[in-house]
């Protein structure tokens, strides 16, 4: 069984490098585009195999051929699909646009992400992983029954969720705000970078944090960009600093960092500042790469990094 079961979305990113990103009822022109899979699920799940874990993810996808290229991404890195299922609707993908200074803009589609449940076969083999990743991306009905079996079993794996994205952007299709309330207190650890976590919480840095471990979240990562992150441990709150590097594309970078933190801080029981400065070194090394995991380095590189 894989060591980590990460749960929502695998898809397909459409990347278009544009001149500009545009601004309400203006254009810009897309110098190329490329497809390359992405969903914060499958990078992950990828992200950990690169650094040696077994990994698996339970998602969904269309039987078409975005699908097609979606399964033979996770093949490719040994990650076991066998709870993907499949649908006759469209597999869901990410437009990204991005601009020469690397700022992004995110537009998602498609209807097998949403349509995505948790089934009983696929909730066993997630109590079988060593820890669990999921998103606020995933469908409200798949995260709520991850909290009731958390909240139903003292032995169910560390759970680790990451807001993802704004509430508004949520609606309709990720985890609903009364889910997220539910989790916080059954969660292992909490991932949230700025603009996600002030819509939720109204505040971000050291005020979230205090607000966080009110609400019964014993640790949790903060994530700053540029800046680094908050990593909250018990009473305490760590600041971790980010490498600095000449990034060619910071999509993913999010998921790489919640990656390493999976790997250092959950599995490997490592103090809080060196698994953060640890997650922070395989999210620099993803920016070095194209697209959301065109960077993701295997632990041997970690290491010279640190």
Do not use: Q
């Amino acid at each position: 069984m894989p060591t980590v079961v990460a749960v929502g979305s695998a898809l397909l990113d459409r990347i278009y490098h544009v001149t500009n990103l545009p601004e309400p009822d203006g254009g810009a022109f897309a110098r190329d585009e490329r497809l390359a899979a992405g969903g914060v699920a499958a990078n992950v799940a990828t992200a950990c195999a690169r650094l040696g874990r077994d990994a698996g993810v339970v998602s969904r996808v269309g039987r078409d051929d975005d699908g097609d290229r979606i399964l033979d991404s996770l093949a490719a890195e040994d990650i076991d699909a066998s709870h993907v299922s499949r649908g006759d609707e469209r597999s869901s993908y990410a437009m990204i646009l991005r601009d020469d200074d690397g700022h992004r803009m995110i537009i998602a589609g498609g209807e097998s992400i949403p349509k995505l449940r948790l089934d009983d076969a696929a909730l066993d083999y997630c109590r079988d992983a060593d820890v669990v990743f999921t998103s606020a991306y995933a469908p409200d009905r798949v995260v709520s029954r991850l909290v009731e079996a958390a909240r139903e079993d003292d032995e169910f794996p560390p759970i680790v969720f990451d807001l993802a994205g704004p509430l508004e952007e949520l609606e309709g299709r990720g985890t609903e705000p009364e889910t997220i309330d539910d989790l916080l207190p059954v969660v292992d650890c909490f991932v949230s970078s700025e603009v996600p976590l002030r819509s939720y919480l109204g505040c971000d840095g050291r005020e979230a944090a205090a607000e966080l471990r009110d609400r019964g979240v014993t640790r949790a990562a903060l994530t700053r960009g540029e800046d680094g992150a908050l990593l909250l441990d018990g009473d305490d709150v760590v600041e971790v600093p980010a490498f600095r590097v000449d990034a060619v594309d910071t999509t993913g970078a999010g998921d790489a960092f919640s990656a390493g933190l999976v790997d250092a801080w959950i599995l490997d029981g490592k103090p809080a500042a060196e698994a953060g400065r640890f997650a922070a070194a395989v999210a620099a090394e993803n920016c070095l790469g194209e697209g959301a995991r065109g960077g993701l380095p295997g632990r041997e590189t970690v290491l010279e990094r640190l």
